[in-house]
């Protein structure tokens, strides 16, 4: 089973990258980009579990080691 992982900032947390990349963005021209909000990306792989456990065990992976809780929000999907 594998689990994929998106961690980004909060919306209400400056991301400072993603401005940065934004205003890169409209100096080459492309004037129609609003904002942008940069990310990380994980890829576990997880084995010998049921998708319940691998569900909480992701999670709890996500929470305590992968964000920053109190600056990033994550999101996730199982893929058997």
Not at 7 to 19: E, H
Not at 47 to 68: H, K, M, S
């Amino acid at each position: 089973m594998k689990a994929f992982v998106h961690v980004a900032m909060k919306k209400t947390v400056l991301d400072p990258q993603g401005q940065t990349i934004c205003r890169s963005l409209a100096s080459l021209g492309y004037q129609g980009i609003r904002d942008v909000h940069q990310g990380k990306y994980f890829e576990l792989e997880l084995e010998g579990t049921t998708p319940e456990q691998a569900r909480l065990e992701v999670e709890q992976i996500a929470r305590e080691v992968l964000t920053n809780p109190v600056i990033e929000d994550f999101t996730y999907r199982l893929e058997e």
